[in-house]
Nanobody, 119 residues
Framework: QVQLVESGGGLVQPGGSLRLSCAAS????????MSWYHQAPGKERELVAA????????NYADSVKGRFTISRDNAKNTVSLQMNSLKPEDTSVYYC????????????WGQGIQVTVSS
């Protein structure tokens, strides 16, 4: 059974940091690109950051470049998102996403975790 379980969300003040983690199970993690998306109320889900299956390449939304860092550990089947210099507009539900390198039909989502940036 495929599972993506996010952790590390919560409430943080502007300028603060949070580290999200996603623990994966039920599939061959090292053959999946991993991404973080966010979705604010009333808005569409948007890509925040992505990392290839080997970890050799990353991609970021312009709004988070220089502040967020995505990383993965293929030995532990985890992907993380280090979020620094957080802004109120980063407030959202963050979702972990897995996409199989060899077949676009195989895409999995976590349940989402709330991040709130507020003073």
């Amino acid at each position: 059974q495929v599972q993506l379980v996010e952790s590390g969300g919560g409430l943080v003040q502007p300028g603060g940091s949070l580290r999200l983690s996603c623990a994966a199970s039920g599939f061959t993690f090292s053959t999946y690109a991993m991404s973080w998306y966010h979705q604010a109320p009333g808005k569409e889900r948007e890509l925040v950051a992505a990392i290839t299956s080997t970890g050799g390449s990353t991609n970021y939304a312009d709004s988070v470049k220089g502040r967020f860092t995505i990383s993965r550990d293929n030995a532990k089947n985890t992907v993380s998102l280090q979020m620094n210099s957080l802004k109120p507009e980063d407030t959202s539900v963050y979702y972990c996403n897995a996409a199989y390198d060899y077949d676009p039909r195989y895409v999995y989502w976590g349940q989402g975790i709330q991040v709130t940036v507020s003073s």
